[in-house]
Every structure is written in C-alpha cells, then in structure tokens.
C-alpha cells in the first residue's frame, strides 16, 4: 500500500543558507526505528508532517515512500515540474470540458458533421499531447528516482506475478499459440477488445493503471514500430483467440497473382471498390485504395485484409475453395441504385473537404444519406457502392 504525503504544503518546510532539508535525508537512518527512539527535533517533525498518519502504522517502505512524496511536494527545485503538471490538469480539464460540448452538439448537414468530426480529432489529438506530456514528466521523476536509488530500476523486471509482458514477449506468445504475425498483431489493436481484438498499454513497467495504447495518423505509414513500445496483459495474450486473422495488401496482391489472367492489384482495388475487401491501415484507418486522391495516406501494400473476406471473394470470384451459389450476385452489386450511389458521392466529397483526414466509410455517409431521404439505413447501405 503506497501513502500519500497529498497536497498539502508543509510550513515546517526549512531551507537553510540556501539548502532545502530533505524528510528524506533526515530521516535516513530510522525508517526502520519506531518512534520512540528518534531524536526528540526530528520526532516532532515527523509527529507534524505525517498527519494524519502515525509513524508506527506505518512499515519502513511506506514511510520511505512518504518522506518522498513530501520532499518532492516542498522541495522549491520542484516547484516548476509541479507547477507544469498543475498547467497540465488544468488544460486537460479545458480540453475535456470542450469535447464535451462538441460531443452534444447536433449535425443536421453533412458539413455540420464534418465540423464536429474535425473539431473532436483536434481536441483528441490535444489529449494525447497532454497524454505525452505527462508520461514524459512521470518517465522523468522515476529516472531521478532509480538515479538517487530512491527506487530500484524495474526495466529488467523477471517476477512471473507481474500482470503485463512487453511486446516481445507478447508476440512470442501470439507466434507460439497462433502463428500470429506482428501485422496481425497490429491489426487487433487497432479493432480492440469490444471488436474481438486486443488491448495494448503503454509504460506498464511504471504506472499503475498504465495508459492504453491508440494508433493515430500521426505515427505516419508504418504501424510495426509504435507495437515496440506496448505492453499487454499476460492473462489477455494466453487467452486470445482472434475473431479474425489478417494479411497484408502485399501479400493478397502476391497470393492472387498467382491465378493466371489476373491483374492483381487491379483485381484488389476492384473488390474494394465493390465493398466486398475492406483495405484497413492502424493509423489512418484505409488505405489510397479507398482514397486515391488523398497521397498522405499509406499505399494499397501496406493496408490489411481480413482472411475471411480474401477466402470468400477467392471462393465466388475463383472458385476456389466452398462453391459459390450458382447464380447469386456479388456482394455488393444487389439493388444498386445509381441515384443514391451520385447522392452519397456528393456527401463523402463534401465531409473530405471539410476535413481532409476525415475518416468517410460507407456506413457514416449511408447513415447521413438515409436521413435526408427518410429511409432506412440498412436499405441504403446496400443501395450504394464507397466509390470516393
């Protein structure tokens, strides 16, 4: 149990020709001495300093964690960190508070909702700044910490009871259990528990809850290296069983181009364009195959694909594998309706001009479009095609 020395600020705190007098210093030699036996001056102080605790309720550790927390909270060298990390709440309490105005504001249009989306990534992105920020200043006072042998060094951290294992680790686990690949690994992060996917946290070997870990657009194409600094629950990796398994568009683009008179890039950007592949990218959310107007976004290569679309379109399309049904039409050809199709067009343009990284699925422009013509969002999903 850690105890808390809290906010207040003790006015027993003595700077002496200049010196700030450590709790921690003084108290050296008695962490393991019950009250009695310290020296009447620094018994009072520490009668004084401790409320509401009491010294002999205390073990050695928790005292020693005490004087320094305290130390920290009176010492003036800190009042500049302390201060940071105060202007740090502060502006996250800010930046909270306007998410949450943006969050209950209503979008009649298309460019309301565009607004909205666009205003809530920047907050987003303004939280993970904060987010960084303090991680950086907590990473900073533990190194101080393990410097001045205040707290020993738990990088090298073996006891099996500890409930997270670094990536490394983790992606043995996942190869041994699953022949999983560090992509597929990308993959359920990106969707997440409540998706059939995983958690990832960050910085586990030293905050407790740790942070979890998000992909942003910001990390650029490669997604690979960001996993480098997750860790993940032991209990979670033992017990994954992945709802879906993933490839790359490399590797689909090398798997088809094995069928003779097959273009398979053509072949691939076809099936998306058709709704039936979905092209994922962890950190931009697709691929230049679903926006080819948008050059910041990741190649068709390095975009991932759901096994089980990739077999379902090998079994209609090839015929490979289970038969298709004779005559059944292509997912995503029935009803087509080129009315709606030239409607939605027109919404997904207007959402990408407004925000240029905006995130325009099928199902977000279908749930606009089914609005403005007073139908149902299933009947529209399946009417029009992602064609922008």
Not at 88 to 113: Q, S
Not at 114 to 138: C, F, G, N, P, V
Not at 159 to 181: H, Q, S, V, W
Request: glycine share 6%.
């Amino acid at each position: 149990m850690s105890v808390s020395a809290g906010r207040r600020e003790s006015a027993s705190a003595v700077v002496t020709e200049g010196r700030f007098e450590s709790l921690s210093e003084a108290l050296e030699e008695w962490f393991e001495r019950p009250l009695t036996d310290l020296p009447e001056a620094l018994r009072q102080r520490v009668e004084h300093e401790f409320l509401p605790f009491t010294w002999d309720l205390l073990s050695p550790e928790q005292r020693r964690d005490f004087t320094q927390q305290w130390d920290y909270k009176n010492d003036p060298a800190t009042e500049p960190e302390r201060q940071a990390a105060w202007d740090l709440v502060a502006r996250r309490l800010e930046v909270e508070g306007k998410m949450r105005e943006w969050e209950h504001t209503c979008a009649g249009t298309a460019t309301e909702l565009a607004t909205k989306e666009a205003r809530l990534a920047e907050l987003r992105e303004e939280i993970t700044k904060i987010d960084l920020a303090e991680k950086h200043m907590s990473g900073k006072e533990r190194s101080e910490k393990v410097r001045r042998g205040d707290r020993p060094d738990e990088s090298a951290r073996t006891d099996e009871d500890f409930p997270y294992i670094a990536y490394p680790r983790a992606m043995k686990r996942l190869r041994e259990r699953l022949g999983a690949t560090r992509e597929e690994v990308a993959a359920w992060v990106f969707w997440g528990e409540t998706q059939g996917g995983l958690v990832a946290y960050t910085n586990a070997n030293e905050l407790d809850p740790p942070p979890k870990f998000a992909f942003f657009y910001t990390m650029g194409d490669d997604y690979i290296s960001p996993l480098m600094a997750c860790w993940f629950r032991r209990d979670d990796i033992e017990a994954f069983e992945p709802d879906e398994r993933y490839i790359t568009g490399k590797t689909l683009i090398e798997r088809w181009g094995n069928e003779p008179h097959i273009e398979p890039k053509a072949f691939v950007l076809a099936k998306i364009e058709e709704s039936r592949l979905l092209d994922i990218h962890p950190n931009y959310g697709g691929t230049r195959a679903t926006w080819p107007e948008r050059e910041e976004f990741p190649p068709l290569e390095s975009g991932l694909f759901a096994l089980s679309q990739v077999k379902a379109i090998e079994a209609e399309d090839f015929g490979i594998g289970t038969p298709p049904v004779p005559d059944a039409k292509p997912a995503g050809h029935l009803n087509h309706d080129p009315v709606l199709q030239a409607k939605a067009n027109a919404i997904a343009q207007d959402m990408l001009k407004n925000n240029r990284r905006a995130i325009v699925t099928r199902d977000r422009v279908a749930s606009i479009l089914a609005r403005q013509e007073a139908m149902d969002v299933g009947t529209v999903t399946r009417r029009i095609r992602k064609r922008w």
